[in-house]
């Protein structure tokens, strides 16, 4: 059974940080991204990472965020310092196994989703 599971969402202040992870089990994904959907807002790329490690961003986390892959654990991460209140929002992880080209930002080329995680930052 195919699954992504997130985890290492909570609590913050501004200016603090967080790691997401995302565990994949079932297949082994060539595309992995994180979005986020903050409330009363569509949900938005965050970052994509390709099977031959190419990264993207979105503007708004350049500098701040980076997703990596342990290939060994199956797991996608997103490192995130100097977290702002506007980083506020539940965080998905997205997975494909597709080897297809391009940065990846929009959701509908993504298979398989996590439920989500809740990332909160103080001001």
């Known amino acids: 059974q195919v699954q992504l599971v997130e985890s290492g969402g909570g609590l913050v202040q501004a200016g603090g940080s967080l790691r997401l992870s995302c565990v994949a089990s079932g297949r082994t994904f060539s595309r992995y991204a994180w979005f986020r959907q903050a409330p009363g807002k569509e949900r938005e790329f965050v970052a994509a990472?390709?099977?031959?490690?190419?990264?993207y961003y979105v503007d708004s986390v350049k500098g701040r965020f980076t997703i990596s892959r342990d290939n060994a654990k199956n797991t996608v991460y997103l490192q995130m310092n100097g977290l702002k209140p506007e980083d506020t929002a539940v965080y998905y992880c997205?997975?494909?196994?597709?080897?297809?080209?391009?940065?990846?930002?929009?959701?509908?080329?993504?298979?398989?989703w996590g439920q989500g995680t809740q990332v909160t930052v103080s001001s």
């Open positions: 997205a997975a494909d196994l597709g080897r297809w080209v391009g940065a990846g930002t929009d959701e509908k080329k993504y298979t398989y």
């Open positions: 990472l390709t099977w031959n490690g190419r990264t």
